[in-house]
């Protein structure tokens, strides 16, 4: 009879690393390499010829300039391009149009998450439709002249209110349905309204998919051209509706050095924004994930 022995080690099976194949070991390099060619390459172009000369950047190319112009090229552009004053434009438009969308869009996000039914259904898929099927421009404009508002910074906020609401509650919608109910039920408990419910709980979990929608709205309205073009055209300068019309009045005709440093001070505002918002992003996410 064998007598079991209690306490004696168990054998466990060593984990046997097998060689990692060639193609596994060079994927991180070729995700890297892929990276700086579709990001570096262009953000390169753009900082050497702004550097360069006139001569130097008749053909924009990615060698180095002989002689770096960069700051004079800058300043040019600064004094000559009215920069401050389509900055202040472009300012005057943004920072209503992306306020305005991610309240409205929000709240209305929390209702259709929240509310089940046919007509919630149809309303949300009315909601998203924006998404799919493009603005008449046309339309858009012959509305904005009966209402008054044609050529005005509102008629341009409604205008980009409108256009990306749609975006805004297609991201919202499905975090709100993450959120745990018992959440908003605890809050109504103690006593809290609706407008607390949405301020005190639900708005702080949203920081992660609001700072991610701020970013996308921001991208499309500071670089947009074609709706302020045709709205907003002529009365109202926004940075890039500003070098669109300088470069078409013949100001920066063959000054690619000037173009390329005009596209660098009006991007300075972008980055600014995206390093703040990537902040909101990582701690959004760290407080979504405690609560």
């Known amino acids: 009879m064998t007598v079991p022995v209690f306490g004696a080690p168990a054998r466990h099976r060593v984990p046997v690393h097998r060689p990692r194949g ?20 262009p953000l390169w172009l753009v900082v050497v010829t702004a550097a360069k000369s006139q001569s130097e950047a008749l053909s924009p190319d990615l060698s180095l300039p002989s002689h770096w112009h960069l700051w004079d090229n800058l300043a040019q552009v600064w004094q000559q391009g009215e920069i401050p004053g389509a900055f202040l434009g472009s300012l005057l438009v943004v920072a209503p149009s992306v306020a305005l969308v991610l309240t409205l869009g929000s709240m209305a996000s929390w ?22 099927l493009p603005p008449a421009v046309i339309t858009i404009v012959l509305l904005l002249r009966q209402l008054g508002l044609a050529g005005s910074p509102a008629g341009m906020i409604g205008v980009y209110v409108g256009i990306y609401l749609s975006t805004v509650i297609f991201f919202v919608t499905g975090f709100v349905r993450t959120v745990p109910l018992s959440l908003e039920e605890a809050a109504r408990m103690d006593g809290a309204g609706p407008v607390r419910v949405f301020v005190s709980v639900i708005l702080p979990l949203l920081r992660p998919v609001l700072a991610t929608a701020t970013i996308l709205i921001c991208l499309y309205v500071w670089n947009d051209v074609f709706y302020a073009f045709f709205v907003v055209g002529g009365r109202l300068d926004t940075l890039p509706l500003n070098l669109f019309q300088v470069a078409n009045a013949g100001l920066y005709l063959n000054n690619w050095h000037l173009i390329f440093a005009y596209i660098i001070l009006m991007s300075l505002p972008l980055l600014i924004v995206f390093a703040v918002a990537q902040r909101k992003i990582i701690s959004g996410i760290t407080g979504g994930a405690v609560k």
């Open 22 to 41: 060639l193609a596994a070991r060079l994927r991180p390099f070729a995700v890297v390499a892929l990276v700086v060619l579709v990001m570096g390459v």
């Open 111 to 132: 209702i259709l998450a929240r509310r089940a039914g046919r007509i919630n259904a149809v309303l949300y898929a009315l909601a998203i439709s924006g998404i799919v």
